[in-house]
């Protein structure tokens, strides 16, 4: 079968659908990938070797404000709005973020999507797969990394379910109102018909799989809540060597285990000063550190004895190797620290980040707080926290109770494939 998978966002979203992708074509089904610009070459290095470009930079989203990311409307923070003035200003730079690349985006997926079986996409740009699916008369399926759906169980308190799927329809519509244009378009060019009502009551109501690839553990109930259409899978992973893992893997060899501290594709604004911090704490605490740079330009020229700065590692290999992990607070991260059986600071940046920070307290292996609000002193009484037998103890105990990557990645593939196949005998 033909598999069309168009994903969009970070290394962290498109490389679990790489996984998938991986696994659909050793299975020996035709794997067609549509990623952003700057994720090409990772994706091709996989072995995806049928892979385009698809949509904007996504690293320069990032690296850009607040209102040029896809997710900028979840994303910002009180004080974010307030810097940015004029609200109608804020949502015409809201509005042309999140609707830059669109029609481009549109017809790339449509050739990609030419004889194939089956659509997978993501949350980010969901529409534009949604509406290429109408048109080919394709089933579609999301990859979800966090709980998106309206559901009773992320809340901070509990409300009841009529409440909160209006709260849920709400912010549904407005984010429709910000992409109609676009959206409409899109539309009027394929030749369907106007829409009528928002594209996710659309996507949920044409029986649209959407898997979820985080664990159950996070979320107590939410399997129950939604059903089979809806399965917690776990996190999907490619677990790609590195380069450098030799070198790691020696220096770690080379005296006590060391902290990790690692903050993916976020951009962070002054890396200098957080090598100096971590340096700083880390030596005060008679710890060493392993720094991952990811896109951030750390320095390691100046950097002390107890403290190693590398490009980027294997998290399945590295982690159990470390005493504890500090990170973002993104999905496969969060997931990997916790396969490793170690405790978690999550000292988040932006979007659904958050959501994770909270969990890994609720489970009582590690706490959080905002990367911005960190300082030498936070910083310092965190690790103490995060470092106490009984942290390190519970988070032993919790790496049983992850699924595997491995499972995680088969399951996917076994409900995409079961998709594809009813959609050929429906």
């Given at each position: ?205 044409a029986g649209t799989l959407e898997l979820q690839a985080y664990d159950k553990v996070f979320f107590p109930g939410l399997a129950d809540e939604w059903g089979n259409r809806r399965p917690l899978i776990g996190s999907m992973t490619l677990q ?98 916790i396969r490793a059986g170690v405790p978690t600071l999550v000292l988040w940046v932006a979007a659904e980040q958050p959501l994770w920070g909270k969990q890994i307290e609720r489970l009582g292996i590690g706490t959080s707080r905002r990367f ?25 105990l919790l790496a049983g109770r992850i699924s595997p990557a491995a499972t995680s990645v088969a399951t996917a593939a076994d409900l995409l494939e079961q998709t594809a196949r009813n959609r050929r005998h429906g």
């Amino acid at each position: 079968m033909k598999f069309a998978v168009s994903i969009h966002g970070t290394r962290g979203d498109v490389e679990p659908c790489a996984a998938v992708g991986l696994e659909l074509q050793r299975r020996g089904h035709d794997v067609h990938m549509a990623v952003p610009p700057n994720l090409v070459g990772f994706v091709e290095s996989a072995g995806l070797r049928t892979t385009i470009p698809y949509g904007p930079d996504s690293q320069q989203q990032l690296q850009g404000d607040v209102f040029e990311r896809p997710d900028a409307l979840t994303a910002a923070a009180p004080a974010d709005w307030v810097r940015l003035g004029n609200p109608l200003t804020a949502l015409r730079k809201a509005r042309a973020a999140a609707t830059r690349g669109w029609t481009d985006m549109s017809e790339a997926l449509l050739g990609l999507a030419d004889g194939a079986d089956l659509i997978v996409t993501g949350t980010a740009y969901q529409e534009i797969a949604a509406n290429v699916a109408e048109y080919r008369g394709l089933p579609l399926a999301e990859v979800h990394y966090f709980p998106v759906r309206a559901n009773t169980q992320v809340l901070p308190v509990r409300l009841p379910s009529p409440l909160v799927n209006a709260a849920y329809s709400m912010g549904e519509w407005l984010h429709w109102r910000l992409l109609k244009p676009a959206e409409t378009e899109q539309r009027r060019a394929l030749g369907l018909p106007p829409a009528s009502t928002r594209p996710v009551a659309r996507i949920v109501a044409a029986g649209t799989l959407e898997l979820q690839a985080y664990d159950k553990v996070f979320f107590p109930g939410l399997a129950d809540e939604w059903g089979n259409r809806r399965p917690l899978i776990g996190s999907m992973t490619l677990q790609l060597p590195t380069a450098v893992d030799g070198e790691v893997q020696s220096w770690i060899a080379a005296g006590p285990p060391p902290i990790y501290f690692g903050f993916g594709s976020m951009p962070i604004d002054s890396p200098a000063e957080a090598v100096r911090m971590i340096s700083d704490v880390c030596g005060e605490l008679g710890e060493r550190a392993l720094i991952c740079a990811g896109f951030s330009d750390f320095d390691d020229t100046a950097t002390a004895e107890h403290v190693k700065v590398v490009a980027s590692v294997n998290h399945a290999a590295v982690f159990p190797a470390c005493r504890a992990v500090v990170h973002h607070g993104g999905a496969g991260t969060t997931a990997a620290g916790i396969r490793a059986g170690v405790p978690t600071l999550v000292l988040w940046v932006a979007a659904e980040q958050p959501l994770w920070g909270k969990q890994i307290e609720r489970l009582g292996i590690g706490t959080s707080r905002r990367f911005s609000a960190s300082t030498r002193y936070s910083l310092l009484e965190d690790l103490r926290a995060v470092l106490s037998p009984q942290t390190a103890e519970r988070s032993r105990l919790l790496a049983g109770r992850i699924s595997p990557a491995a499972t995680s990645v088969a399951t996917a593939a076994d409900l995409l494939e079961q998709t594809a196949r009813n959609r050929r005998h429906g």
